[in-house]
């Protein structure tokens, strides 16, 4: 934990997977040997996933940067999950209601960045983010008139970018023209 990449070491033991059980056996020992003091919290959904919550005191290290190691510890708990065949279970791991506040932050982000660039006509590049971080984005950005984003790049690198849409008269108007006529209408 700190600025440079962890590598983590892991190894199943043979146990039954795909009950919520087994993955909250699965992550409490993942986090015993993290060295961090959190009570794990499952359900099974009505939808057929697992939704977990991680309860404790000092839970920053367990989200790390921009949501990174929660991430990380959901995927390796979606594996444990889903190494019965024929069944899937998607696996949600949230701390404090870390992803909700994300969702509204990156919702309010993109929400901004797509009027400026309706109004303006000028793109803009956001940090590279992974798939259900842009797609809150894309889903933002769909909701102001004038706009639209799409992705670019590849991953860990991938990010969204937040432009004028093609039929945005800002956008097709030359970007010298907008300056002249702005300056026009102040006098």
């Not at 040997?33 to 005191?57: C, F, H, P, Q, Y």
């Not at 921009?66 to 999950?81: I, K, S, W």
């Not at 860990?156 to 093609?166: G, K, L």
């Amino acid at each position: 934990i700190g600025g440079s990449p962890a590598e983590v070491s892991v190894s199943l033991l043979e146990e039954e997977a795909g009950s919520a059980g087994s993955v909250e056996d699965f992550l409490a020992n993942m986090l015993e040997k993290m060295g961090a003091d959190a009570k794990v919290e499952s359900k099974l959904t009505d939808e057929g996933n697992i939704a977990i919550e991680l309860v404790g005191e000092n839970m920053g290290m367990l989200i790390g940067r921009r949501g990174e190691t929660l991430d990380a510890l959901q995927y390796l708990t979606g594996l444990v999950a889903n190494r019965v065949e024929n069944s899937f279970y998607r696996v949600t791991i949230n701390i404090g209601n870390y992803r909700e506040k994300r969702e509204k932050t990156l919702s309010g982000l993109a929400r901004q960045a797509a009027i400026q660039a309706a109004k303006t006509g000028r793109s803009t590049s956001l940090e590279p983010m992974n798939p259900y971080e842009r797609r809150i984005i894309h889903t933002a950005v769909q909701k102001v008139e004038g706009a639209t984003s799409f992705s670019v790049g590849s991953d860990p690198n991938r990010h969204v970018v937040i432009a004028a849409s093609d039929d945005n008269p800002v956008k097709r108007e030359p970007r010298a023209n907008r300056n002249r006529g702005e300056r026009r209408e102040g006098k």
